[in-house]
């Protein structure tokens, strides 16, 4: 299994920034697929949660309205588009399969033990 994080960066407040998320290894289409993301000295969080057929997702309260899920199963490719970013958005950021419910965010559990390198967002005038 090999998950790769792309497209982070530096970006001022309010700015926006695209996600990608490139999946191999395992059957893309068959599983839901995640963000998640971890500022220093904090746990790690999911933020935005997509079933495997791209038909439903569900995002983490802080980030709603701002950021937008979705996949390509052609490419075996998910991403994250953020906007209005802020600087509390900070953080590496890392995709993962997930189980459960994406209806209800607290049902997911990472699949694979193995993470990707993520990818730096950092939100900093």
């Known amino acids: 299994v090999q998950l790769v994080e792309s497209g982070g960066g530096l970006v001022q407040p309010g700015g926006s920034l695209r996600l990608s998320c490139a999946a191999s290894?395992?059957?893309?289409?068959?599983?839901?697929m995640s963000w998640y993301r971890q500022a220093p000295g904090k746990e790690r969080e999911l933020v935005a949660a997509?079933?495997?057929?791209?038909?439903?997702?569900n995002y983490k309260d802080s980030v709603s309205g701002r950021f937008t899920i979705s996949r390509d199963n052609a490419k075996n490719t998910v991403y994250l588009q953020m906007n209005s970013l802020k600087p509390e958005d900070t953080a590496v950021y890392y995709c993962?399969?997930?189980?459960?419910?994406?209806?209800?965010?607290?049902?997911?559990?990472?699949?694979?033990?193995?993470w990707g390198q993520g990818t730096q967002v950092t939100v900093s005038s």
């Open positions: 993962n399969a997930v189980r459960g419910r994406v209806v209800i965010i607290s049902t997911l559990v990472h699949v694979f033990e193995s």
């Open positions: 997509i079933s495997s057929s791209g038909g439903t997702t």
């Open positions: 290894g395992f059957t893309f289409s068959m599983y839901g």
